[in-house]
């Protein structure tokens, strides 16, 4: 039966930004359909913990900073999860900062922290946990993607290119994977209610100017993002590589 395919049962998962926002609905998301979860985070998960016990599956919290991280502490982490649980079926890298600045007065602090944890800390993670996958038969990388990238935004420059870089690593890594039963694939949330979009959500001009522009008529929650996380997550998704998958209420559509 088709919905076998989405069960998720016995699978687990590791998802970077796993304490709040999109990735702590997508860890939630993912326990709903039976895996594990492996959270990195700097915050606090105690309520996505909390969430996820409820549901009858386990939780480890791997308490990292990406903003400081290195490829050996990014490989370290995997290891952590495979030496505890004995398996790795699905990275998801859910976290991202943006620093909103103009374009003119961008400096190269802000450039260089956007650049480290939405995209360098992607690649890396990504990196070990496809070596791993590939010595075990195969897996899921699924990053989390944006409208920007596909367009330039306004006093996002650093995020932008850093989103840009994220929809190539994705398909670059896809390129080489796909033979090797790995499914890298991404989610392009688009204007979603989280702390990082706090403040432009609370624009007098921007947030209606953006809402009238969104074809749903309304912004996303991080809840919205649990269907597509669960399908490039499963056997459902298993002929999917390289795709960039759109939860926007059809904004790029516009």
């Known amino acids: 039966m088709i919905l076998d395919s989405f069960d998720l049962s016995g699978k687990v998962a590791l998802v970077s930004g796993a304490s709040r926002g999109l990735g702590q609905a ?14 990195v985070s700097r915050g606090d998960c105690r309520q996505t913990e909390a969430a996820i016990a409820t549901m009858g599956r386990r939780f480890m919290l791997l308490k990292h900073d ?15 999860v495979v030496r505890a649980w004995g398996r790795l079926d ?4 859910a976290a991202g900062i943006t620093i909103r600045q103009p374009v003119l ?3 190269p602090e802000a450039w260089e922290q956007v650049m480290q944890v939405n995209l360098r800390s992607l690649m890396f993670l990504s990196q070990a946990a496809a070596r791993y996958m590939l010595a ?20 996002s420059a650093p995020y932008a290119a850093s989103k840009h870089g994220v ?22 949330p688009g204007y979603m209610l989280t702390d990082l979009t706090a403040g ?3 624009d ?34 298993e002929y999917c590589h390289g795709i960039v998958l759109p939860v926007d209420g059809a904004w790029l559509a516009r």
């Open 204 to 237: 007098p001009e921007r947030e209606p100017a953006i809402t009238a522009r969104i074809p749903a008529g309304r912004w996303g929650t991080p809840a919205d993002l649990k269907g597509a996380v669960v399908f490039l997550a499963s056997a459902a998704s």
């Open 136 to 155: 075990h038969g195969g897996g899921k990388i699924i990053n989390v993607a944006s409208a920007l990238s596909f367009q330039g935004g306004i006093l």
């Open 200 to 202: 432009l959500a609370a």
């Open 66 to 80: 990406l903003a400081t991280t290195t490829p050996q502490e990014l490989e370290d982490l995997v290891f952590r």
């Open 167 to 188: 929809l190539g690593v994705t398909r670059a890594m896809a390129n080489e994977l796909a033979e090797q039963h790995i499914n890298v694939n991404a989610i392009s």
């Open 26 to 39: 997508m860890a939630l998301g993912l326990a709903e359909a039976g895996a594990d979860i492996a959270g």
């Open 90 to 93: 699905i990275l998801v890298n």
């Open 105 to 107: 007065d961008c400096s």
